[in-house]
Nanobody
Framework: QVRLVESGGGSVQSGGSLRLSCAAS????????MGWFRQAPGKEREVVAT???????SYADSVKGRFTISQDNAKNTVYLHVNSLKPEDTAMYYC????????????????????WGQGTQVTVSS
């Protein structure tokens, strides 16, 4: 099994920054892809960024240039650096893992991810 624990969320003003962390445990085989997703009230869960164990990354268009996903494999931790935050970034942010990986990289559909953390709230005020 895989256990994921997020931390680092908080309340910031527009333009602020945070670093979200996701500490993972369990078989590395089950964590070929890691992803950050978010869900705002009344909206569907959406991908923010993904990374595979080789460090290949992908981003949602809405966060490109502002958010950066990275990992420290020695610490089994995935990070999401969120900069230039906007009120529309307000959401619960979830870390997820999956053993599934496509030939072109990590999938963006939340349904393809088997393991989820409890989430960390990010609130951005204008």
């Amino acid at each position: 099994q895989v256990r994921l624990v997020e931390s680092g969320g908080g309340s910031v003003q527009s333009g602020g920054s945070l670093r979200l962390s996701c500490a993972a445990s369990g078989y590395a085989y089950s964590r070929k892809c890691m992803g950050w997703f978010r869900q705002a009230p009344g909206k569907e869960r959406e991908v923010v960024a993904t990374i595979n164990r080789d460090g290949r990354t992908s981003y949602a268009d809405s966060v490109k240039g502002r958010f950066t996903i990275s990992q420290d494999n020695a610490k089994n931790t995935v990070y999401l650096h969120v900069n230039s935050l906007k009120p529309e970034d307000t959401a619960m942010y979830y870390c997820a893992a999956t053993p599934a990986i496509a030939w072109w990289g990590c999938r963006a559909n939340p349904n393809d991810y088997s393991y989820w953390g409890q989430g960390t709230q990010v609130t951005v005020s204008s």
